[in-house]
């Protein structure tokens, strides 16, 4: 089995900064790409930003959070991370975990974190 456990969602003002992690654990072989996505209530789930490679080469953001939110990923603890700074209104939404990877088995699929709630309010 393979968990994804997401923190350090909360509630900010506009302007302000928070940081997501999340920790991927389970039964794994190997990591291939890991990512964020939000959805906003209404709206269809969308890529924030996501990382691929063990050398962090691959990186794409979406471009409403370019210069705004930087993806991290540690391979030795399985996380990535994603430092939302300048958040805006719009920014408010349930931020998910994704990773593509493949098990013990070797078989390779997506996994999803249970979601953590980004509100930005003043």
């Known amino acids: 089995q393979v968990q994804l456990v997401e923190s350090g969602g909360g509630l900010v003002q506009p302007g302000g900064s928070l940081k997501l992690s999340c920790v991927v654990s389970?039964?794994?072989?190997?990591?291939?790409?890991m990512g964020w996505y939000r959805q906003a209530p209404g709206k269809q789930r969308e890529l924030v930003a996501s990382?691929?490679?063990?050398?962090?080469?691959?990186?794409n953001y979406a471009d409403s959070v370019k210069g705004r939110f930087t993806i991290s990923r540690d391979n030795a603890k399985n996380t990535v991370y994603l430092q939302m700074n300048s958040l805006k209104l719009e920014d408010a939404a349930a931020y998910y975990c994704?990773?593509?990877?493949?098990?013990?088995?070797?078989?390779?699929?997506?996994?999803w974190g249970q979601g953590t709630q980004v509100t930005v309010s003043s």
């Open positions: 994704n990773a593509r990877l493949a098990t013990l088995n070797r078989s390779i699929g997506d996994y």
């Open positions: 389970g039964n794994i072989f190997r990591i291939y790409t």
């Open positions: 990382i691929t490679g063990s050398d962090f080469r691959n990186i």
